[in-house]
T-cell receptor
Framework: DTEVTQTPKHLVMGMTNKKSLKCEQH?????MYWYKQKAKKPPELMFV???????INESVPSRFSPECPNSSLLNLHLHALQPEDSALYLC??????????????FGSGTRLTVV | GQQVMQIPQYQHVQEGEDFTTYCNSS?????IQWYKQRPGGHPVFLIQ?????EVKKQKRLTFQFGEAKKNSSLHITATQTTDVGTYFC????????????FGQGTILTVHP
C-alpha cells in the first residue's frame, strides 16, 4: 500500500460546527503532516507529528486541533472555523521527519468549505 | 525565516516547446525536492536532490541543484499536454528538521 487516504473528500460546515478530518497510511511512515492549501498557492505547513508526537505547530489557531492516535492515523479536529479557513487540507507522510529519501506522499486532500 | 522563491509564476507553451522553472533560496539548503500537482489534484513527489551540483534526469525532465545549494531548476524538454500542472520546489535547511518550505509554484499550461 503506497497511499495516504484522506476522508472525507469534501466537507461543508457551519461556523458553529465541530468536524474531523481523517488521514491514514500503511506504509510504515513515522512522520505525518497536515498542510493547508489555498487556490493557486503552495501548501502551507500546519503540524508535524514524528513518532506519534507533535513536533511542529506552525502557530496554528486553536480552532484546529491535531491528534495522532497511532502511527497510521492522523486526525484534524475542527471547531468554530471561519470562512477564511476554507481550503484544501492535505495530509502527507514520510519515512521519518529527518530522512527525506523518498519525499512526502500526499493524500488527495479534503476540500473544506466553511459557511 | 527560510524563503524559497520560484519563477516564473505562470508559463504558457506550445506543445513541443521546452519549459524551465527556477527556485532560489535565501539560505543554504540541505536538500531540495520537486513536486507536480495536476489541476484538481494533490502534490506528487518527483525527485530529491541532495548533493552540490547534482543533476538528475527522468525521461524528458532534468533537475539541477546549484553548486552553492541555494538554487535549483527543473527543465522539461518537448512538453506534452500531460505535463500541465503546477510544479513546486520544496527545500529544507539544516536548521528546520521536519519543515519543508515550498516555493510559490509555476503553473504550466501546454497548448496543443
Amino acid at each position: 500500500d503506497t497511499e495516504v487516504t484522506q476522508t472525507p473528500k469534501h466537507l461543508v460546515m457551519g461556523m458553529t460546527n465541530k468536524k474531523s478530518l481523517k488521514c491514514e497510511q500503511h506504509m510504515g511512515h513515522r512522520a505525518m503532516y497536515w498542510y493547508k492549501q489555498k487556490a493557486k498557492k503552495p501548501p502551507e505547513l500546519m503540524f508535524v507529528y514524528s513518532y506519534e508526537k507533535l513536533s511542529i505547530n506552525e502557530s496554528v489557531p486553536s480552532r484546529f486541533s491535531p491528534e495522532c492516535p497511532n502511527s497510521s492515523l492522523l486526525n484534524l479536529h475542527l471547531h468554530a472555523l471561519q470562512p477564511e479557513d476554507s481550503a484544501l487540507y492535505l495530509c502527507a507522510s514520510s519515512q521519518d521527519e529527518d530522512v527525506f529519501l523518498y519525499g512526502y506522499t500526499f493524500g488527495s486532500g479534503t476540500r473544506l468549505t466553511v459557511v | 525565516g527560510q524563503q524559497v522563491m520560484q519563477i516564473p509564476q505562470y508559463q504558457h507553451v506550445q506543445e513541443g516547446e521546452d519549459f524551465t522553472t527556477y527556485c532560489n533560496s535565501s539560505t543554504t539548503l540541505s536538500n531540495i525536492q520537486w513536486y507536480k500537482q495536476r489541476p484538481g489534484g494533490h502534490p506528487v513527489f518527483l525527485i530529491q536532490l541532495v548533493k552540490s551540483g547534482e543533476v538528475k534526469k527522468q525521461k524528458r525532465l532534468t533537475f539541477q541543484f546549484g553548486e552553492a545549494k541555494k538554487n535549483s531548476s527543473l527543465h522539461i524538454t518537448a512538453t506534452q499536454t500531460t505535463d500541465v500542472g503546477t510544479y513546486f520546489c520544496a527545500g529544507r535547511s539544516g536548521t528546520s528538521y521536519g519543515k519543508l518550505t515550498f516555493g510559490q509554484g509555476t503553473i504550466l499550461t501546454v497548448h496543443p
